[in-house]
């Protein structure tokens, strides 16, 4: 749990608020204690949802049939008002560990409390189903583990199953590893969803792992749907049950009664959990029950619901979060030398997030070297202080890439620092994971725990990213990556600073259109990287009438003369190829020898200068789209480039230009809040509803998932061995 902030109201009607639990998309969670004593988990909603009259009816009838479900082992809703100002609603709070934690730090359960597990989550699905509800999130973070049994919590994406909305084709809603085939194909959903689910559920809490593995998320729903679910480590007396959860078909999974009675257990005395599970139990609930009665928080006058407002609903209780006008009225404070500063500093420059004025100065300041003393105009007054982390490989695989990222965001930290008109103080803070998963988990740990850290850049290794990305939604912290285009976002704290690697090939099929081109040999290297930038390319192209020749190239193939005769002999009109940048070289060489003349047209991942290298003159002419700004050939990167030269005595990398525009996009939402003080849950929706001009793009994101919408598909083509910049998002120069 964590302190009450200014923000936080002291009261929702006659609950009185002791701490935070968490924050997500729609509001803040906090610990309420009810007149008579027992503590329960209040969401308040966020003031952009209760303004919008749709969602409020649907919340409201949400409230309405979740309060038909009762059952012991599904967390009950025991209160709630829909039409308060700031609606709320409380549930039951149950002190105990999540499934994720209790496995993640103590191993899996033996199989005696898997059983018992299963038993008690089917009677909970059992409720739920018949209230007419799909719970549609059922995963480890969602099972709270009690001394007499589990509880399933966290309906907020639970819907009644005749709600068209979220049971509409293509739209996917669940946590990768734990969601149906139906799910992961958007197709509409049922209670059978929820058992394939609990089935996934059950593999992890008995193996610590994941039915079809982990990795990018496209690849987890491919095997989600093609693949059989690796059951090998699964104890023999959970294989039936398991495997018949886990069918591809719906009607051939069984029922959550059919679950709750072959896992029937006797449960009693709390002998279900392993030792060091039950001691962490009755630890988190001794100290829940030690709470004191909160007092006043120390801004009640100026805050929402504190004692003297009863209903802690009015004006001022908006959301826990600082996102509506309620709250601390912060003209009514008053203005230090600093704070006089920051506001005048928002009044002047609000539309600089927009214009892309902050990427102007910052590449204009001095000599880049910044101060970064964090002191006022008359170098007495501190000015308010925002710290950013940078995960980053700085060691392992992708150090070139993560040392060029690391530079560039503290080029960005001093440039800013540097400015005597600044209203805060950045503070970078790096931590090297080598591209280690563990690592890279340990490095936000540290993360969070820095109660100033409101955001963190993403510059780490594929894999290690996609590791943290969990732990990054379990700290409720900001993710940036402007390097990972292939994390498909079901995730609530994460921003894809590019284009992801489908829709990179938007130019590509522009270009083949607009030469008339048919007949494409849309060559696919067998990886999901490949798989991902053709896959999309080829159901456009041919929605379109053209001919596509499906090519498959696998990786470190060694005979590619061969492949490259063979493609040449159906004589395409152009060559796509989707793979990475060695066997990129080594075919480009292929096609020359085989007689190929055409246009031949490559992806992001060969946009490294290893790829000229390793095709050497075989590469002229070859056309390369990427969503990086290569800072030596895009002119609008160039005073970045020079500005990190001066610094740094050497040329920046691609992707530093990006990483240096994270920088002044976090803090072009954090200057646009207004506020000296700043939460995580502050930032993550300005952060997500900001339209920012950097120096290499224009960055703006779906509000609802943080998927990148803004430009940055960058053309080049290979002339005298460099790449040479000739347009962007089909545009040419």
């Known amino acids: 749990m964590e302190p009450l902030r200014s923000a936080d109201p002291a009261r929702i009607a006659g609950y009185r608020v002791l701490g935070r639990l968490g924050a997500g998309g729609m509001g803040v969670v906090l610990l309420g204690r009810s007149p008579g004593g027992a503590l329960v988990a209040i969401k308040l909603i966020r003031a952009e949802y209760a303004d919008d009259a749709a969602f409020r009816a649907r919340f409201r009838r949400e409230v309405a049939i979740a309060r038909q479900v009762r059952n012991r082992w599904a967390v009950p809703v025991v209160d709630a008002d829909t039409e308060a100002p700031a609606p709320w609603l409380a549930t039951e709070f149950v002190p105990g560990p999540a499934l994720s934690e209790a496995v993640g730090s103590g191993g899996p359960l033996p199989e005696r409390g898997v059983r018992a597990l299963g038993s008690m989550l089917a009677e909970a699905l059992e409720a739920v189903h018949a209230a007419g509800l799909v719970h549609r999130d059922v995963k480890p973070g969602n099972v709270l583990l009690g001394l007499d049994g589990p509880r399933l919590i966290d309906f907020g994406i639970a819907r009644a199953l005749d709600d068209t909305v979220l049971t509409a084709t293509d739209v996917i809603v669940g946590s990768p590893g734990f969601l149906s085939p139906e799910q992961a194909q958007g197709r509409r959903i049922g209670p059978a969803s929820d058992v394939f689910s609990l089935g996934c559920v059950l593999v992890y809490a008995a193996t610590g792992g994941r039915p079809f593995g982990s990795g990018p998320v496209e690849a987890m729903l491919f095997r989600t749907v093609h693949d059989t679910a690796d059951l090998s480590a699964l104890p023999p007396g959970l294989v039936p049950v398991v495997e018949a959860c886990l069918s591809k078909d719906p009607e051939d999974r069984p029922a959550a009664a059919d679950i709750r009675r072959a896992f029937a257990e006797d449960v009693s005395g709390g002998s279900w959990l392993p030792g060091p599970v039950t001691h962490l139990i009755a630890e988190r609930s001794a100290r829940m029950l030690a709470l004191p009665d909160i007092d006043a928080t120390s801004l009640d006058a100026g805050t929402a619901g504190g004692p003297g407002t009863e209903s802690g609903t009015g004006t001022g209780a908006t959301t826990g979060t600082g996102t509506g006008t309620g709250g601390r009225d912060t003209a009514a404070l008053p203005a230090s030398p600093a704070r006089r500063r920051f506001l005048a500093y928002v009044a002047g420059g609000a539309a600089l997030a927009a214009t892309g004025g902050t990427a102007a100065w910052l590449v204009s300041s001095g000599d880049g070297k910044g101060t970064g003393g964090g002191e006022g105009d008359d170098g007495k007054t501190a ?66 725990e820095d109660p100033l850290l409101v955001a963190a850049l993403g510059a780490t290794g594929t894999d290690a990213a996609r590791e943290a990305l969990v732990a990054y939604d379990e700290a409720a912290l900001p993710l940036l990556s402007v390097v990972d285009g292939d994390i498909r976002h079901l995730n609530r704290i994460f921003l894809c600073a590019r284009p992801r690697n489908d829709m990179q090939m938007l130019p590509v099929a522009q270009f083949l259109g607009a030469y008339e081109i048919d007949r494409i040999a849309l060559v696919d290297d067998g990886t999901e990287y490949g798989r991902q930038t053709t896959r999309f390319l080829d159901t456009g192209l041919r929605g379109n009438g053209r001919t596509v020749l499906a090519e498959t190239v696998r990786e470190g193939a060694r005979d590619l003369d061969a492949e490259a005769v063979r493609i040449a002999a159906k004589r395409p009109g152009a060559v796509v190829y989707g793979g990475g940048w060695r066997d990129a070289g080594r075919f480009a060489k292929s096609l020359t020898r085989a007689g190929f003349l055409g246009p031949k047209i490559a992806t992001q991942a060969v946009h490294d200068p290893r790829f000229l290298a390793e095709a050497g003159e075989d590469a002229a002419g070859w056309l390369v789209v990427s969503t990086a700004a290569d800072p030596a050939s895009v002119p609008s990167v160039h005073p970045f480039a020079a500005a990190y030269r001066k610094r740094f005595d050497g040329a920046p990398p691609l992707f530093a230009a990006e990483a240096y525009d994270a920088v002044g996009l976090i803090a072009a939402c954090a200057r646009g809040l207004g506020r000296e003080r700043i939460s995580r849950q502050d930032l993550l929706p300005a952060l997500r509803t900001t339209s920012y001009k950097g120096v290499s793009k224009s960055y703006a994101f779906e509000p609802a998932n943080g998927m990148y919408t803004g430009t940055g598909v960058f053309v080049y083509r290979v002339e005298r061995g460099r790449f040479r910049y000739i347009g962007m998002d089909g545009r040419e120069v």
Do not use: C
Request: aromatic share 4%.
């Open 383 to 448: 000015r308010p202080e925002l710290h950013i982390g940078l995960q980053a490989d700085l060691s392992g695989p992708s150090a070139a890439l993560g040392t060029g990222q690391d530079r560039a965001a503290r080029l960005a930290v001093a440039e800013h620092n540097a400015r005597r008109d600044a209203p805060f103080t950045l503070r970078l803070t790096t931590i090297d994971d080598g591209g280690d998963e563990e690592r890279a988990r340990a490095a936000v740990r540290r993360f969070a």
